[in-house]
């Protein structure tokens, strides 16, 4: 029988070419795991060859490893006397078969995810591999941090479950262990609430007819959309057998303008006008002194501990606008009667009495680094620190527990070179950039280290709603490969960690991420052909500058970052381009409304016109995003942006100059 069996082996060898990671040069496992011992020799793997695997991953396992009725070839099994680190796991490779161990199932989880790296690429999708041939290793392997963690914000732009489902297996390939859903802001209210019906009703839309009018674009159509409670369950159970954890977060008590406009009486009753920004209301902030409040948020957070079994539950407290508390009567009573000395000790009295809610659920509460600006808050609340590493090292050398995402690193709607879309208040952030966090070079002490207990990526998502019809999927093109990055920074001791290895088993690795599906971002966009000229210009507008000589600074092309104006966009608003000489025919202009590249402060809607004699005018183009890109069919001499609707969810514009290229 074993003769027999080696014979077949033989013959598949001359008959097939067998495809092996690696091709045989060195092994490229992302992230890199502790220990890797490869030795000479491989085991000829064939989907016809019997899988054992303990029951807690068998269902998880066979999307990958159909197992045929043969022998024995992967056996995946449990041992709880085994000693290792949580999340540790041996698994060894030898001509005979695969062998997987791990104390318990979270191990289990990270070592297939491991051996999954093993074989060629196309065990992602999930069709069987035929035959292959795994290079003999032995690997002894656990995680550095116990928060492996990426943020996903599906309140500013909603996201269908099927594709935070899909999101959420490409974070468990990279052993990522934690989702932080971020299901409710200013822009939308997406989980559904039993016996609160109108929270996702009206809260989860956004429209020009809505409460919630739109901000990021769209501004001419009802979008959005929610989650049901079973909805959410079925993710948590998805989620679960990853082995990656949903932490829900329900951002309080600013960033709550969504409720607001379902529920005003939450908010400070507090009335300010609101022409500049054409009529939109900016109150986001919970009403501290009204004890209401508590009740409704016993009654939410009672619904959210039911659907997401996490231990933590986090509760915001990032950005809170503390003028609305101080124009609000009963705020102010409070933070009187209480002596108070600022309004962070106003926050961490409500964020305490919010986290006195989830314990009595039997919940503990995660929060974000701002929440620690009183220096009152108890020392067991979980800490998120986005803003710096700097303030992440306070917060950490204060004793809190700290999940390390800081935007200059980890914050993966910036943009990922100067040219391309996305935010840029952090910086770029390359995947270079983000491997190369280092909490040692920072001055953090070995106290502050041994308090952080992980890292995580973020992805806000307010451009979202704006650029995901210009991408396959803007998500992933923002995420990765910026995750795979991350997933090594959590998953080794920074000591161990090195660019310079990591980038060549990156490229190697992104034959994987093709596998599974995933639209990363390939590389910089290639350069705009054409020369960039600058003849002379003249800007002029029908909108008031909040700068005496912008409009003179924009002629000269002086401000790459545009100026404001002092109010909205109005319908009949201009921008009126006039050019000394006459643009060639075939010239391309590149016309920007809003910062360059982030669409905010924009003609929500318009239209450009153009004139050859600077009289009589011409429309050419839609504006979209609140920009366009034309090429001349004639010579120009005068380019108009005209608004063709009120209000931008801003109070202002920003005016920028035109990019002009000459063809070539
Ligand atoms: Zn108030």
Redesign the pocket.
Known sequence: MRVARILIFVALMLTSPLRMQGEGTMLSIVPQPRSVEQREGFFAYSDHLAVVCDKSVENYVGNYLQGGFGPVGVAVWCDPRMELPKGGYKLNVTPRGVQLCAPEREGLLNGFHTLLQLFPANVYERKGVGQCLLPCVSITDWPEYSYRGQHLDVARTYMPVDEIEEFISHLAHHKLNVLHLHLTDDEGWRIEIEGHPRLTEVGAWRGPDEPILPIYDKFNEKYGGYYSADELRHLVAYAAERGVTIVPEIDLPGHSLAIGKVYPEVL?PVERDNSARGGYDGRNVW????EENYQLLEEILGQVCDIFPSEYIHIGGDEVSSSW?RD?P??SALYEERNMQSYAELQAYFMERVSNILLGLGRKPAMWNEATDSGTLPTSVRIHGWEGLEECRKVAEAGYPTVVMPGPYFYFDMRQSKSEHGHNWAGVVTAEKCYSVSLRELGYSPQARANVIGFSGAFWSELHVAYRDDYESYVEYQTFPRVCALSEVAWLPEERRSWGDFEPRLEHHKARLEAMGVSYRRGPPAPPVGRQITPSMRVTTSLPMSRDNALEKLSAYANDYGYRTTRTCHDGDWILYEFDGALRKGTSVELTTGYRHVVRGIFSEGVVEVSGDGVKFRQVANLHNGGATITLAEPVRAIRLRSTRTANGDGYVFVQYPIIRRPE
Do not use: F, L, P
């Open positions: 400070c009403c501290v002194a009204r508390w609000c009963h705020c």
